[in-house]
C-alpha cells in the first residue's frame, strides 16, 4: 500500500509538507523517490532519497524543497517533502515510489510502483 498526502491550495511563496506511507513490503534498503504531473506534461523527477539518506533534487526545486525525514523498518516506509517559497509551476499531482534499488532513481520508468498521488495547487 502506497499513501501520498498532505497537498492542498496555497499562494505563491507559501510552504507545505507532502508525506508518503508505503506498507506491505520488505522495505529493507529502500529508497523514495518523489515525481509530478501537471497536466498535459510527462511525469518529471522532484526529488530522491537513498537507504543511506542521500538526497537528490531537480534543479527547478533545489534549494526549495527537502526531505525532512525519511524513516523505514522492514514494514513500513514513510518519507516526508517540505516545500517551501512554492511557485505557480509547482502546480501539480505529486506522486511518491518505493526505490528497491536504494540508489536515488531519478527517472519515472525506473519505478514499478506508484500509489495515488495528491494535488498542489499554487496560486499567483
Known amino acids: 500500500q502506497l499513501q501520498a498526502s498532505g497537498g492542498g491550495l496555497v499562494q505563491a511563496g507559501g510552504s507545505l509538507r507532502l508525506s508518503c506511507a508505503a506498507s506491505?513490503?520488505?522495505?529493507?534498503?529502500?529508497?523514495m523517490g518523489w515525481f509530478r504531473q501537471a497536466p498535459g506534461k510527462e511525469r518529471e523527477f522532484v526529488a530522491a532519497i537513498s537507504w543511506n539518506g542521500i538526497t537528490y533534487y531537480a534543479d527547478s526545486v533545489k534549494g526549495r524543497f527537502t526531505f525532512s525525514s525519511f524513516s523505514r523498518d522492514n514494514a513500513k516506509m514513510t518519507a516526508y517533502l517540505r516545500m517551501n517559497s512554492l511557485k505557480p509551476e509547482d502546480t501539480a499531482v505529486y506522486y511518491c515510489?518505493?526505490?528497491?534499488?536504494?540508489?536515488?532513481?531519478?527517472?519515472?520508468?525506473?519505478?514499478?510502483?506508484w500509489g495515488q498521488g495528491t494535488q498542489v495547487t499554487v496560486s499567483s
Open positions: 515510489a518505493p526505490d528497491s534499488t536504494g540508489l536515488g532513481r531519478t527517472r519515472a520508468y525506473e519505478y514499478d510502483y
Open positions: 506491505g513490503r520488505t522495505f529493507s534498503n529502500y529508497g
